[in-house]
């Protein structure tokens, strides 16, 4: 039904900036709130920011003001912006959305921010 699939994750030196995406499918894209999430090596899961239908955002205080999402409702896609990565930004990246009351996730994308 619902698909997302992220990609551009890497491995990056730290201070450097990388691009998320996900494109997604299976969905009206443009009524949903999409959000990123993280889950770093022997940590859970946090949500690091989300953008909703309308544009507005929010961003988990780890990355406020290095990240930035984005989304493009023509191409159904979500953008995760990450700027001056830090080696605790390492973690597995997931494009996530909620369709009629269920939670969704992609396969994860993995960033590895080396010192």
């Known amino acids: 039904q619902v698909h997302l699939v992220e990609s551009g994750g890497g491995l990056v030196q730290a201070g450097g900036s990388l691009r998320l995406s996900c494109a997604a499918s299976?969905?009206?894209?443009?009524?949903?709130?999409m959000s990123w999430h993280r889950q770093a090596p022997g940590q859970q899961r946090e949500l690091v920011a989300s953008?909703?239908?309308?544009?507005?955002?929010n961003y988990s205080d780890a990355v406020k003001g290095r990240f930035t999402i984005s989304r493009d409702n023509v191409q159904n896609r979500v953008y995760l912006e990450m700027n001056s990565l830090k080696p605790e930004d390492t973690a597995r990246y997931y494009c996530?959305?909620?369709?009629?009351?269920?939670?969704?996730w992609g396969r994860g994308t993995q960033v590895t921010v080396s010192s």
């Open positions: 996530t959305t909620n369709h009629r009351g269920s939670d969704y």
């Open positions: 299976g969905i009206n894209f443009r009524l949903y709130t």
């Open positions: 953008i909703k239908s309308g544009g507005s955002t």
